[in-house]
């Protein structure tokens, strides 16, 4: 497996507290990706980054904080969480883009906003 | 209108079979296509990609792209009950080149 840690896998909290989801890689690859899955709707990014500090939006970034401090981390922060955030995310990351390479999933984190 | 559209399924067939697994894109000039696999309870994984027209083998598995009528597909020959997961189709589309695009899979089931 590619050296892709997400923290925590499994977490469950209340509406309008602010979550923390951490990505962490040993792979010293350039880019990093947060998706989430829901039945109906499939992989949706919600933002990526392509180096230390630089970031971009996905499709559903409404909601949805990232930072990059390090190379090897990537974090997303639900700053007020809501029931419509209840997903499986995952954290994926490529050395070149994901246009001519493989995407490298870590094992998911089951987020569940009451 | 999907930018990628695949059918839900569950697609069932039975082991030894041919199974047939069809993906549609909206965006005549995207470039890259991609098929992951997905377990149920994991993360998806990187089976087959194909960049031109034509099929690209690879063990069972045969990706063919059709770019005329934006089409990716991936046949799986001599399915077995290890090949039962949801499949996504991924398309690199020429307008956003760092982002990939998925489906929303087709599960594929395969019966002894």
């Known amino acids: 497996d590619a050296g892709i840690t997400q923290s925590p896998r499994h977490k469950v909290t209340e509406t309008g507290t602010p979550v923390t989801l951490r990505c962490h890689q040993t792979e010293n690859h350039r880019y990093m990706y947060w998706y989430r899955q829901d039945p109906g709707h499939g992989l949706r990014l919600i933002h990526y980054s392509y180096g230390v500090k630089d970031t971009d939006k996905g499709e559903v970034s409404d909601g949805y904080s990232v930072s990059r401090s390090k190379t090897e981390d990537f974090l997303l922060t639900l700053e007020s969480a809501t029931s419509s955030q209840t997903s499986v995310y995952f954290c994926?990351?490529?050395?070149?883009?994901?246009?001519?390479?493989?995407?490298?999933f870590g094992s998911g984190t089951q987020l569940s906003v009451l | 209108q999907k930018e990628v559209e695949q059918n839900s399924g569950p697609l069932s067939v039975p082991e030894g079979a041919i199974a047939s697994l069809n993906c549609t894109y909206s965006?005549?000039?995207?470039?890259?296509f991609f098929w992951y696999r997905q377990y149920s309870g994991k993360s998806p994984e990187l089976i087959m990609s194909?960049?031109?027209?034509g099929d690209k083998e690879d063990g069972r598995f045969t990706a063919q792209l059709n770019k005329a009528s934006q089409y990716v597909s991936l046949l799986i020959r001599d399915s077995q009950p290890s090949d039962s997961a949801t499949y996504l189709c991924a398309v690199n589309f020429s307008y956003n080149t760092d982002k990939l695009i998925f489906g929303t899979g087709t599960r594929l089931q395969v019966f002894p």
């Open positions: 994926a990351i490529s050395e070149q883009g994901p246009t001519n390479e493989k995407l490298f």
């Open positions: 965006d005549r000039v995207s470039q890259s």
């Open positions: 194909i960049y031109s027209n």
